[in-house]
Nanobody, 120 residues
Framework: VQLQASGGGLVQAGGSLRLSCTASGSIDRINTMGWYRQRPGGERQLVAYLRTGGTPNYANSVQGRCTISRDNEKNTVYLQMDNLQLEDTAVYLC???????????????WGQGTLVTVSS
């Protein structure tokens, strides 16, 4: 199983970016997909997640500025980020809690991360 993230880049404060992450491989079903971020020298923090058939969940720091969505047919999760601030600068990592063929329980998989840099 692989998670491939894209969409990061350099943006001015107040701007927007849309991140994408697609899971591929021997996937039976995906339970949850989400995003974490890690600032330079900081700990990994949850940004948002979305369970299959569920409602989005957001960290307080991004509530109202980010929208998470999924395309279940494409095993893809998106993170629309608006009104980006300097403190949003981080590597954004996607995750998927999924079950592979032949397994009975879900495992968490991580993407490689995509860098978001917000400038003043």
């Amino acid at each position: 199983v692989q998670l491939q993230a894209s969409g990061g880049g350099l943006v001015q404060a107040g701007g927007s970016l849309r991140l994408s992450c697609t899971a591929s491989g021997s996937i039976d079903r995906i339970n949850t997909m989400g995003w974490y971020r890690q600032r330079p020298g900081g700990e990994r923090q949850l940004v948002a997640y979305l369970r299959t058939g569920g409602t989005p969940n957001y960290a307080n720091s991004v509530q109202g500025r980010c929208t998470i969505s999924r395309d279940n047919e494409k095993n893809t999760v998106y993170l629309q980020m608006d009104n980006l601030q300097l403190e949003d600068t981080a590597v954004y990592l996607c995750t998927a809690d999924l079950v592979t063929y032949g397994d009975s329980k879900a495992s968490r998989y991580w993407g490689q991360g995509t860098l978001v840099t917000v400038s003043s």
